[in-house]
């Protein structure tokens, strides 16, 4: 399955995988704490794979 990679070097805790078919929304308030963001191209790239996905 493919997916959006998410790498130590780009603050993730490990190297990760963004899967696209198990992407979810939650409110807020359920956030305890932020653990990283990611840059402006790597929520582009999330942008344009939901897009893709979405038909």
Same mark, same amino acid.
């Given at each position: 399955?493919?997916?959006?990679?998410?790498?130590?070097?780009?603050?993730? =805790?490990?190297? *990760? %995988?963004?899967?696209?078919?198990?992407?979810?929304?939650?409110? #807020?308030?359920?956030?305890?704490? =932020?653990?990283? *963001? %990611?840059?402006?191209?790597?929520?582009?790239?999330?942008?344009? #794979?939901?897009?893709?996905?979405?038909?």
């Amino acid at each position: 399955m493919k997916g959006v990679p998410l790498l130590k070097k780009e603050g993730a =805790i490990k190297d *990760s %995988v963004i899967k696209m078919n198990y992407v979810f929304t939650i409110s #807020e308030r359920m956030i305890e704490k =932020i653990l990283f *963001s %990611v840059s402006e191209e790597k929520r582009d790239l999330i942008k344009k #794979e939901s897009v893709k996905r979405m038909g």
